[in-house]
């Protein structure tokens, strides 16, 4: 059974109009991530929760926000998209104590996200 | 230096073959560090974790090295279902919760 759930698989919008993209996890894993991923390049880190307490990378576009109403659920808003916005979008989760260092990640199966 | 660095390749090799995959990192606080497979359009999967004492899983083999700050992984007995992305990981602060990834090598396995 899928641990990381994206939904959905494939997302088309247009462009500048709103659009969600949602995580959910039964892992109870205390981080979650989002990442964006464009052809041929790695995964580039958007932001993270850890527990509540959001972390927002400092070359993260206002463009982009995130939500965590809860454990199991994680949300990516973008409030208007651009071309340059196209890619995959993969939220993971882990476990982490702190100060002991980051556990592994586990990966939802990704939203690819086209912008019309 | 970026914080995590790895030759894109790709990595062209026979069946059968052995092939090694480095990976340099830049924090030398980093803490923990992964080898991570990715399939064409699919989500980066856990390979293994890297252990300060080299760990090895089936045909797979991955060392860390502290000094030098890379880790490697390295692959016998190639099989064509090998052909991926292998994506170098490494949480590069000290107790922070966040993990960079390398661009990846691609690695194609022929017959």
């Known amino acids: 059974d899928a641990m990381v759930i994206q939904n959905p698989r494939y997302q088309v919008t247009q462009f500048g109009k709103p659009v969600t993209l949602s995580c959910s996890q039964t892992l109870n894993h205390n981080v979650m991530y989002w990442y964006q991923q464009k052809s041929s390049q790695a995964p580039k880190l958007l932001f993270h929760y850890y527990d509540k307490d959001f972390n927002n990378e400092a070359d993260t576009p206002d463009n982009f926000q995130s939500r965590r109403p809860n454990t199991s659920f994680c949300f990516l808003d973008i409030r208007s998209p651009g071309l340059g916005d196209a890619a995959m979008y993969l939220c993971a989760t882990s476990h982490t104590n702190s100060g002991q260092g980051v556990a592994e990640a586990f990966f939802g199966q990704g939203t690819r996200l086209t912008v019309v | 230096r970026k914080e995590v660095e790895q030759d894109p390749g790709p990595f062209n090799v026979p069946e059968g073959a052995t092939v090694a995959f480095n990976c340099t990192y830049s924090?030398?606080?980093?803490?923990?560090f992964f080898w991570y497979r990715q399939d064409c359009r699919k989500e980066p999967k856990l390979l293994m974790s890297?252990?300060?004492s080299g760990n090895e899983d089936g045909r797979f083999t991955a060392q860390l090295n502290r000094a030098s700050q890379y880790i490697s992984l390295l692959i016998r007995d190639s099989k064509l279902s090998d052909s991926a992305t292998y994506l170098c990981?490494?949480?590069?602060?000290?107790?922070?919760?966040?993990?960079?990834f390398g661009k990846g090598t691609m690695l194609l396995v022929s017959p």
């Open positions: 890297v252990y300060s």
């Open positions: 990981v490494v949480n590069p602060r000290s107790g922070y919760s966040t993990l960079t």
């Open positions: 924090n030398s606080a980093s803490q923990s």
